[in-house]
């Protein structure tokens, strides 16, 4: 049997439960690792593309945030001219409503990839539900992300301030961009393990619609609690051959230099461009790998077992009895 036709039986096999119930023995039991690549293998062969589209939408909704928030801060820094008070105030507020709304696109592109994963319809116009949720959850939900990203920001800021008392807001100075290089390295890294210990809390809001925000975030860290380290493999497993070829080019990338020229300068230019292009390739698998393992634990996707049975060959006792008197 080929592999698609054990895809196409297996897609015969699965009952979707649409009624979101998960029980205490789902919930402690870790899913089968084949079943789930199966259901993976299903959703990158026929619907990955829709995925990757939506994907590049957010991606660019992020940067144009980012854009409109951070590059006017920044030019301030980098003039040298002295930062008003109003300025960094209004500066910090539309930073933190470009959290929220960055969030709750997140919650959108959660619902595309689960919807994906359920062959629901769906359409890039999915990724802005967020926007139209009625019951505010959504929006509850992202101002309290963006609350806590806002936390860590502070707890790390202050912590560079006493260790670094006498630190220049310049770009320019050396140290002071590896101060800060380093610093939003443990900021993303510290957030990047916060949304990850929260990343079942889009898809419970959007399956259960009686659950509230903070209750969404309580059930998600009570599922990566108990299946921590399963889930976290099989999400870097669903990354597969495209997560190892962006960290083997990243890996190349790092050591040409950044003023290089000639071949070196068109090497860095193509293998930039294959790096982009495996990342979302890489992102598009692990945003699938999400809901496929909360609907495994959740008791939404289960296995249809036969209760079928095969008649067994008998032998005909008259036959056998010629056979041997002859």
């Known amino acids: 049997m080929s592999d698609f036709e054990k895809l196409l039986f297996f897609e ?3 009952i979707w439960k649409k009624d979101f119930i998960m029980e205490e023995t789902e919930k402690t039991v870790h899913p089968d690792f084949k079943i789930m690549r199966m259901i993976l293998n299903q959703c990158l062969m026929n619907r990955s593309k829709q995925g990757l589209f939506t994907l590049l939408l957010k991606t660019f909704l992020e ?4 854009l409109v928030t951070l590059v006017p801060a920044v030019s301030l820094i980098e003039s040298g001219k002295p930062i008003l008070t109003t300025f960094l105030i209004g500066t910090l507020l539309l930073f933190f ?20 994963v359920e062959k629901s319809f769906v359409t890039m116009g999915f990724l802005f539900n967020g926007f139209r949720d009625k019951t505010g959850r959504v929006f509850r939900a992202s101002v309290f992300l963006t609350a806590l990203d806002v936390l860590i920001y502070v707890l790390v800021g202050v912590g560079v301030y006493f260790l670094f008392p006498e630190i220049e807001l310049s770009l320019s100075n050396k140290q002071t961009a590896k101060i800060l290089l380093l610093s939003f390295s443990v900021v993303s890294i510290i957030g990047l393990i916060v949304h990850f210990i929260f990343s079942f809390s889009w898809i419970i809001l959007y399956r259960d619609e009686k659950c509230g925000a903070l209750k ?3 059930k998600s860290i009570s599922c990566i609690f108990r299946h921590f380290f399963h889930y976290l493999g099989f ?12 960290i083997l080019i990243s890996f190349v990338l790092f050591f040409i230099p950044s003023d290089a020229n000639g071949i070196l300068s068109l090497l860095a230019l193509v293998l930039s461009f294959a790096q982009m292009v495996e990342q979302f390739k890489c992102l598009v698998r692990m945003n699938f790998a999400t809901p496929i393992y909360f609907y495994s634990i959740s008791g939404v996707i289960q296995i249809h077992k036969s209760d079928y049975v095969p008649p ?10 010629g056979t041997a008197s002859s």
């Open 12 to 14: 015969a096999a699965l």
């Open 63 to 66: 940067i144009l945030l980012c």
């Open 97 to 116: 409503i470009a959290s929220v709304v960055n969030n709750m696109l997140d919650y959108g592109l959660a619902v595309v990839f689960a919807r994906l």
């Open 216 to 218: 969404a975030f309580g």
């Open 235 to 246: 999400y870097f497993y669903s990354g597969g051959r495209d997560l190892v070829s962006f």
């Open 312 to 321: 067994q060959e008998t032998i005909d006792s008259s036959s056998t009895d």
